[in-house]
């Protein structure tokens, strides 16, 4: 059974920065691509970004494009999401996810894809 646990979050000044990680407890992670989701208060969860099993490609929501980057060390079983720039509508719960895709060149946001959720790691920004 894969589990993800996610870390990182915390309160931040708008403008500061973040980093956080998401450990998966499998052998083959290289085989699953990750996205990571956030869901604001009243809400509905959405995906701020993915990337592929192998981490070579990646895709962005358009309104983190140059602020986040996701990546991926298959050695370490780790992903990661770096936020920079943060302004107060970034809060919310950050959640990673998983799904078993290896080979694949893309990777997508559509939450229903991913079977595998963490438990979330909480992003709160003051302004």
């Known amino acids: 059974q894969v589990q993800l646990v996610e870390s990182g979050g915390g309160l931040v000044q708008a403008g500061g920065s973040l980093r956080l990680s998401c450990a998966a407890s499998?052998?083959?992670?290289?085989?699953?691509?990750v996205a990571w989701f956030r869901q604001a208060p009243g809400n509905e969860r959405e995906g701020v970004s993915c990337i592929t099993n192998s981490g070579k490609v990646s895709i962005y929501a358009h309104d983190v494009k140059d602020r986040f980057t996701i990546s991926k060390d298959n050695d370490k079983n780790m992903t990661y999401l770096q936020i920079n720039s943060l302004q107060p509508e970034a809060t919310g719960v950050y959640y990673c996810?998983?799904?078993?895709?290896?080979?694949?060149?893309?990777?997508?946001?559509?939450?229903?894809?991913?079977?595998?959720w963490g438990q979330g790691t909480q992003v709160t920004v003051s302004s």
């Open positions: 996810a998983a799904d078993w895709n290896p080979g694949s060149h893309m990777c997508t946001m559509v939450s229903r894809r991913y079977g595998i």
């Open positions: 499998v052998r083959t992670f290289s085989n699953y691509a």
